[in-house]
């Protein structure tokens, strides 16, 4: 099974980032979780551009999330909603398609002790519009910055609820597998 996670943060030190390649370090065998790296390199979403050609890294992000059975999106919360990058990653995917149906979790950490939600929320509602199956064990990560230590998740109760949310992820993906397996 193929996950991949989207980090919406592009800082060094990103706690997001840290959630995500602790999730990639907690799937089970046999699941294999690639951290997306491009959202940087990805052009301001521009329709016009889209309608023609879209960029090759467009496409190659496109590519990544259509082949991925379940999708882990990780995000802080900026001035109250979701980070610009990502808001443009989710832009240029709308008309694509790759998430319409496609198991997502949005897990979002912050250092304070609303852990992100409203950004959480701000996603949830965005992905449902793009047809996203958002997952209800999508959680938020208060005073986050307790928890994690040199770019991991340290603690132990939130790597549990982690695990958690990787195993939401395979029992979606495989339900739904299983039924368009049923439909031929
Ligand atoms: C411009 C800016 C706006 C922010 N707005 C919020 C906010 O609305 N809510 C919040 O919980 N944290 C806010 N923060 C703090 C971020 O949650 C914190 O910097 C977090 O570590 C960013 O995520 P990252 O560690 O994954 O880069 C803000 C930070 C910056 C720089």
């Known amino acids: ?9 592009l800082r060094a030190g990103s ?5 995500a390649l602790s999730a990639a370090d907690l799937c089970d065998p046999g699941v294999e979780l690639t951290v997306f790296e491009g ?38 919360e900026y001035a109250a909603g979701m980070s ?3 808001k443009n990653g989710l832009e240029w995917i709308v008309g694509g398609g790759e998430l319409v149906d496609k198991p997502v979790a949005v897990v979002t950490a912050s250092p304070a002790t609303t852990g992100g939600e409203r950004a959480r929320a701000w996603t949830t509602e965005t992905l449902r519009m793009m047809g996203a199956d958002v997952l209800p064990e999508s959680m938020s990560i208060p005073v986050a910055g307790s928890k994690i230590k040199g770019g991991r998740v ?3 109760g939130l790597r549990a609820q982690l695990r958690g949310v990787l195993a939401a992820m395979a029992r979606s993906a495989k339900e739904k597998a299983e039924l368009a ?3 031929g």
């Not at 706690?15 to 959630?19: D, E, G, P, S, T």
């Open 154 to 156: 340290a603690d132990e």
């Open 15 to 19: 706690l997001n980032r840290a959630v």
């Open 84 to 86: 610009g990058v990502l």
């Open 1 to 9: 099974m193929k996950f991949v996670a989207i980090v919406g943060s």
């Open 39 to 76: 959202l940087a390199g990805l052009p301001f979403f521009e329709h016009d551009v889209e309608v023609v050609a879209p960029p090759a890294p467009v496409l190659a992000f496109r590519a990544q999330l259509a082949a991925a059975d379940a999708v882990l999106i990780t995000c802080p």
């Open 181 to 183: 397996a049923a439909e």
